[in-house]
């Protein structure tokens, strides 16, 4: 069955560090991917997608991601990090079908040390 | 963006009642519409999707009967838990899409004493 994973689920990084959050999903054709953010206490925001064009795609915040194809990677970036930043997030993917519903990761909890 | 209401934000009801928790699209509207329900420290788990004028459609091992959804009109559905227990204790999320993009509302903490 089609699935997204991501790996290392506790992060814990200083402030200005860079960050990096892997997400591969399984599925040979075309889908549309997004990274989600959950502030604590808040509701999941979008951070930034990726439907088609330049697999390197710019999202809020600092944030970028980049489509592999041949990987079957959609990994988030962010060059430094601020205590701000503490959040979970979510990787997540739609599949050309099932009413095209997103798919979750298992989401990559991150804590931001000042 | 696009903003999603859920209405209550929490509520707390004893075991054997039924509660309402109602999802609206603020700023578009929306034929699709998703219920999920998330666990502490645990990702969303998708229960239905809710359309427009239509039944909704239940993920595996969600029982229709307990969690009734209705999505009247294309900016508001319903997720109605019937006869509440302990058990369904959680955190109910809505998601409702627009241009292909799911917009997520902020939540519903439901406590069953």
């Known amino acids: 069955a089609q699935s997204v994973s991501q790996h290392n689920h506790h992060v814990i990084l200083s402030e200005a560090a860079s960050l990096e959050l892997g997400c591969n999903y399984s599925?040979?054709?075309?889908?549309?991917l997004f990274w989600y953010v959950q502030y604590p206490g808040q509701h999941l925001q979008l951070l930034l997608k990726?439907?088609?064009?330049?697999?390197l795609v710019k999202g809020i915040k600092g944030f970028e991601a980049e489509f592999i194809k041949s990987k079957f990677s959609f990994n988030l970036r962010k060059p430094s990090v601020q205590w701000s930043d503490t959040a979970e997030y979510f990787c997540?993917?739609?599949?050309?079908?099932?009413?095209?519903?997103?798919?979750f990761g298992k989401g990559n909890q991150v804590v931001v040390i000042p | 963006g696009a903003v999603v209401s859920q209405h209550p934000s929490w509520v707390i009801c004893k075991s054997g009642t039924s509660v309402k928790i109602e999802c609206r699209s603020l700023?578009?509207?929306?034929?699709?519409m998703f219920w999920y329900r998330q666990f502490p420290k645990q990702s969303l788990m998708l229960m239905a999707t809710?359309?427009?004028?239509?039944?909704?459609?239940?993920e595996q091992g969600v029982e229709k009967d307990k969690f009734l959804i209705n999505h009247a009109s294309l900016t508001l559905s319903t997720l109605t838990v019937t006869s509440a227990h302990p058990e369904d204790s959680s955190f109910y999320i809505c998601?409702?899409?627009?241009?292909?993009?799911?917009?997520f509302g902020p939540g519903t903490r439901l406590l069953v004493l």
């Open positions: 990726y439907f088609s064009g330049d697999p």
């Open positions: 997540a993917v739609t599949f050309p079908y099932g009413n095209n519903r997103l798919a």
């Open positions: 998601s409702a899409r627009d241009h292909g993009i799911q917009y």
């Open positions: 700023d578009f509207q929306a034929t699709t």
């Open positions: 809710s359309n427009e004028g239509s039944k909704a459609t239940y």
């Open positions: 599925y040979g054709g075309t889908v549309n």
